[in-house]
Nanobody, 131 residues
């Protein structure tokens, strides 16, 4: 059974930093596409960043970030620890959302930013602007 457990959220002032973590279990972590997706109350989920896999595909090992977070957020993973990370720097009030870790064994990676690509989800961790 795929399990994803997020941690690292909290209160942060504008300009501050946080690192989110997602501990994965129950599947071959290094063979899945992994993503961070965020959602504000009353809004649709929004893809933030992804590390993709797809043996033999041109997306193998590629990383992607939404335009709104490029240069500020960085997605990474540690396959030895089965953990996905999202380093968030220079946080802005509009980054205050619930952040979810998501996984998929295969998919239309061109659309990495669409939540529908992923079929396994964590419970989320909240990031809140403290100003």
């Amino acid at each position: 059974e795929v399990q994803l457990v997020e941690s690292g959220g909290g209160l942060v002032q504008p300009g501050g930093s946080l690192r989110l973590s997602c501990a994965a279990s129950g599947f071959t972590f290094s063979s899945y596409g992994m993503s961070w997706v965020r959602q504000a109350p009353g809004k649709e989920r929004e893809g933030v960043a992804a590390i993709l896999t797809g043996s033999g595909s041109l997306y193998e090992g590629s990383t992607h970030h939404a335009d709104s977070v490029k240069g500020r957020f960085t997605i990474s993973q540690n396959n030895d620890k089965n953990t996905l990370y999202l380093q968030m720097n220079d946080l802005k009030p509009e980054d205050s959302d619930m952040y979810y870790c998501a996984a998929a064994s295969h998919g239309s990676w061109y659309f990495w930013y669409r939540p529908q690509v992923y079929d396994s989800w964590g419970q989320g961790t909240q990031v809140t602007d403290s100003s």
